[in-house]
Structure formats: C-alpha cells, structure tokens
Nanobody
C-alpha cells in the first residue's frame, strides 16, 4: 500500500516562508505527476501546483505564481512546495496528491498539512 505523508506545515507571519514536503512510502507506485491542493475553511479545494516526475515541468495556480515553487526529488520519492511571501489568504490545509498516468485523475492523497499565515 502506497502512502503519501506530508510534513512542514505550521504557523508563520505574513511575508514569511514555509516548505511542505510529501514523501511516498510503501511499494513502488506509478509515477506520472504530483500535485498540491489546498482547502480553506468554508471553501472548496483548489489546485496550487503540480509537477511531472519525468520532466520536472511545473505548473502553478495564478494566485501563487512567483511565490511558490514545486520541486521533486526522484531518489527520495519526495515532492516539496516552497512557499515564500506568504499571505493570510494562503491559510488552508494543504494536500499532496499523486496521479499515475496521463488519463488518470489524482487518486492518492496525503493526510493534509495545516498552514496558517497571521497578519
């Protein structure tokens, strides 16, 4: 059974930085892409960033472009999300998710990591 385990959330002041990590543990899994999503209280889950395992090509939501950086460590089966210039509106539970192929959806999810940005 493959699991995604997130770490690195916490409380930070506006303008500060945090780095989230998502490690895949368990048997070998099909690696196509990884994504980060977030859900703020009372809001729907939204896409934050994604990256392809093979090429490392990233994609970002407009709201985080230029502030967040997604990166991948193939050797450790780990994906990171570096979050800089954090804003109070970035406060949410952040989830990492795995996508196994081009035609697959994100079907494996982590437990979530709380990120709170104070003003």
């Amino acid at each position: 059974q493959v699991q995604l385990v997130e770490s690195g959330g916490g409380l930070v002041q506006a303008g500060g930085s945090l780095r989230l990590s998502c490690a895949a543990s368990g048997r070998t899994f099909s690696k196509y892409a990884m994504g980060w999503f977030r859900q703020a209280p009372g809001k729907e889950r939204e896409f934050v960033a994604s990256i392809y395992w093979s090429s490392g090509r990233p994609s970002y939501a407009d709201s985080v472009k230029g502030r967040f950086t997604i990166s991948i460590d193939n050797a450790k089966n780990t994906v990171h999300l570096q979050m800089n210039s954090l804003k109070p509106e970035d406060t949410a539970i952040y989830y990492c998710a795995s996508r196994s192929s081009l035609i697959a959806t994100y079907d494996l999810w982590g437990q979530g990591a709380q990120v709170t940005v104070s003003s």
